[in-house]
Each structure stands twice: as C-alpha cells, then as structure tokens.
Nanobody, 122 residues
Framework: QVQFVESGGGLVQAGGSLRLSCVVS????????IGWYRQAPGKQREWVAA???????NYADSVKGRFTISKDNAKNTVYLHMNSLKPEDTAVYYC????????????????WGQGTQVTVSS
C-alpha cells in the first residue's frame, strides 16, 4: 500500500511562511500525481493543491498565489510552500495520490497519513 508521512507544520503568525513535506512510499513516486488536502476543525477535508507526474500544478482558489506545490522525485517527496499565511489556513494538512476528473481532484488511497498541523495566529 501507498504510505504518506507529512511534516513541517507549526505555529506561525499571519503573513508568515512554512514548507510542508510529504514523503511517499510503497509506490512508484515519479509516476503518480500527488495532492495536498487540509482539514480545519469542524470542517470536511478540502483539496488544496496538486502536482502531476509530469510536474504540472493546480491550486484551490483559496490558496492560489500564496502556496506552491513542488516535488523531488529523487527523494519521493512533495512539498507545499505556504506564504502569506492567514488564520483561515489553520488546519491539519495531508497528502494523497490523486486523480483529476471533470474539474475535480479525487484522492486514490484510503490510507491517509497522520497529517501535519498548521496553526496561523492573528
């Protein structure tokens, strides 16, 4: 099975930055599309960003222009560079393999990692 280990979260002030990492194992990383999701207290998981096997990227409107997704195939790692953070970005962030279909991203693995907590203070 595919496994995901997220890290890099923390407590930052509004306007600050963080870089999250997602190490993917149990699969051929370079052939997979990977997405970042987040879940805030009392809310459902929300898709944030995705990167294809070829390196093309896409973002939710809420983070476009502030977040950047990238990957390092040699390290089996996907990154989420988060800039200009806002309190509403506070959530647990997860990664997963994804598929794009008719304007939406769908996660492919039912086995989520522990996620990494991002807290943005105002």
């Amino acid at each position: 099975q595919v496994q995901f280990v997220e890290s890099g979260g923390g407590l930052v002030q509004a306007g600050g930055s963080l870089r999250l990492s997602c190490v993917v194992s149990g699969s051929t990383f370079s052939t997979k599309a990977i997405g970042w999701y987040r879940q805030a207290p009392g809310k459902q998981r929300e898709w944030v960003a995705a990167i294809s096997s070829g390196g093309s990227t896409n973002y939710a409107d809420s983070v476009k222009g502030r977040f950047t997704i990238s990957k390092d195939n040699a390290k089996n790692t996907v990154y989420l560079h988060m800039n200009s953070l806002k309190p509403e970005d506070t959530a647990v962030y997860y990664c997963n393999t994804v598929m794009y279909l008719t304007g939406n991203y769908y996660f492919l693995s039912d086995y989520w990692g522990q996620g990494t907590q991002v807290t943005v203070s105002s």
